[in-house]
């Protein structure tokens, strides 16, 4: 048997935190937005300004027309970019279509070394999964800062690199679970002393995203500040990185 690769031997200390810290997360309700509907109902003013909420987010988008004459109901809301926060600086790790950069929510597509996030956002798949299969791509890296380091993710075995072949099965005889490929490793096992259960193996991307304990999902509050980004502004970047892969 061949020297176990041990960067693809996850610990199972490690797998269970990330599984726990998913539940907890799940656990917690979303706050309720504050709509524009009720920040009319009650206008913030010298008065009030103490015991009214205010959203300061919504305004964010306010174009104010006259500073000396200036109340929330007064304000004229400019049609500008979705994009609230093009003056600070994101991260080089940052989603590239959303801006989420959470390290434990984002990975590097090793096909185009650009980076996405586990996030949904409006579209059916997470924002990895999504990029990968319209670019046609195989193969991540996971952010050095996340709970399991800076690995790209690969068999134990024999060395694939493909996700979506990729999957997972926890030792028989170690706390750890052994990244696998589907075909052939753990398809014909061949070893009389294997170290695994082939028949227990569990692929690394379920319902469209990466597992939760291996690639975080954001929470409400990093949701809440990305940018939105619809399908079809998906497939125009896409198709413009085909021709110009560092145009955003």
Known sequence: MKT???????????YETASQAVDRTSDKKPS???TSASMNEKPVTADNSATSPVNLKS??????????????NSAVVSDIDDDEDEDSELPEHACIYCGIHNPDCVVKCLGC????????????????????????????????KG???DITLECYNCGCHNVFLLGYIPAKSDAVVVILCRYPCASNPSSKDMLWDASKWQ????DRSFLPWLVGVPSARDLSMSKKITMPQIDRLEELWKNNASMT
């Open 4 to 14: 176990p690769r041990q960067k693809n031997w996850v610990s199972l200390d490690a």
């Open 203 to 206: 692929p690394l991307i379920g």
């Open 113 to 144: 070394k650009k980076w996405f996030c586990n996030s949904r956002g409006s579209t059916s798949a997470a924002h990895i999964v999504t990029h990968l299969v319209k670019a046609r791509h195989k193969e991540i890296q996971l952010h050095e």
């Open 147 to 149: 709970p399991l380091g």
């Open 59 to 72: 305004f964010r988008s306010m174009k104010i027309t006259d500073p000396e004459e200036f109340t929330p």
């Open 32 to 34: 309720q937005p504050t």
